[in-house]
Nanobody, 124 residues
Framework: QVQLVESGGGSVQAGGSLRLSCAASGFISSSVCMGWFRQAPGKEREGVAAIDSDGSTSYADSVKGRFTMSLDNAKNTLYLQMNSLKPEDTAMYYC??????????????????WGQGTQVTVSS
């Protein structure tokens, strides 16, 4: 059974950092495409970062240079290190996986399995 459990969200001031974790079970995370998405109130869910089975990554322009995605194969856990956080980064952050993707896509409709999300709030 596929399961994704996010953690690490919280409240920080602008300029601060957080590290999100996504513990995966029911599959081998290094052999599939996984992504981080976020959804702010009243807005559509958007792709933040993604990684494919070759380890190639993609980042949304809004987070390039500030966010870094990594995968711990031994722990089957996906991470999102978020630095220099801005108030506009405030959102619910979700982890997702798809077993058919071949590239690190940032489109939410490409992913079939989702976690429950973890809230990130950045104050100015």
């Amino acid at each position: 059974q596929v399961q994704l459990v996010e953690s690490g969200g919280g409240s920080v001031q602008a300029g601060g950092s957080l590290r999100l974790s996504c513990a995966a079970s029911g599959f081998i995370s290094s052999s599939v495409c996984m992504g981080w998405f976020r959804q702010a109130p009243g807005k559509e869910r958007e792709g933040v970062a993604a990684i494919d089975s070759d380890g190639s990554t993609s980042y949304a322009d809004s987070v390039k240079g500030r966010f870094t995605m990594s995968l711990d194969n031994a722990k089957n856990t996906l991470y999102l290190q978020m630095n220099s956080l801005k108030p506009e980064d405030t959102a619910m952050y979700y982890c997702a996986v798809d077993f058919h993707l071949k590239i690190a896509a940032l489109a939410r409709y490409e992913y079939n399995y989702w976690g429950q999300g973890t809230q990130v709030t950045v104050s100015s």
